[in-house]
Structure formats: C-alpha cells, structure tokens
C-alpha cells in the first residue's frame, strides 16, 4: 500500500524559503514518477513540480521555475521541493504525488499520478 506523508510547511515572509519533504512507504519508491502540486483557497489544484523516476529529468511550473528545485533520494524514499524566493502567491496547500507505472501521459497533469497525499499549508507573508 502507497503512502505518502508531506512535511515543512508554515508560515514565511516574503523573500524567504522553504523546504518541504514527502515520505513514501512501498518498495517500489524507486519506479515512481513524483510529483508536487498546489492549490490556493478559491482556486483549482495546480501543477508545481515533477521529477522522473532516477531524478534525470525535472519539470516546472513557468510560476516556480528557478525558484523551486526538486530533489529526490530513492534510499530514503522522499522527495524535498526547495522553496526559494517565496511570494505571497505561493501560499496554498502542497501535495505530494505519485505517479506509478505505467505511468501517466505528462508529468504537469494531476490524471497521471495515483496516489496524493494530504497535503502541507504553505503561508507566505507580505
């Protein structure tokens, strides 16, 4: 049975950072496609970040872009998304995905991933 399990979120001033983590219980963490999503009060969930399999390859969200790496560690089954240079519209809450195989059509869309999550809020001050 997957499990994932976000953590790190809280408040924060503008211009800071972050860092939040997702821990993932099953054996096969390693196979999984990650990913992290966001939604805001009022707003639809919307894609933040992914990372593949190995971590070779990263996708953004032109809004994070440059601002928020994403980091996994397969012998620890977590992946880190490091939020830098927050902004008052980063604050939504965070969630943690994955996408197991066969995996999904595209990283940035929320009908790839399988499993969520319950999320972590994310609160940035002005």
């Known amino acids: 049975q997957v499990q994932l399990v976000e953590s790190g979120g809280g408040l924060v001033q503008a211009g800071g950072s972050l860092r939040l983590s997702c821990a993932a219980s099953?054996?096969?963490?390693?196979?999984?496609?990650m990913g992290w999503f966001r939604q805001a009060p009022g707003k639809e969930r919307e894609f933040v970040a992914a990372v593949n399999w190995s971590g070779g390859s990263t996708y953004f969200a032109d809004s994070v872009k440059g601002r928020f790496p994403i980091f996994r560690d397969n012998a620890k089954n977590t992946v880190d998304l490091q939020m830098n240079s927050l902004k008052p519209e980063d604050t939504a809450v965070y969630y943690c995905a994955a996408d197991t195989p066969p995996y999904g059509i595209t990283p940035w869309g929320s009908s790839s991933y399988d499993y969520w999550g319950q999320g972590t809020q994310v609160t940035v001050s002005s």
């Open positions: 099953g054996r096969t963490f390693s196979r999984w496609a």
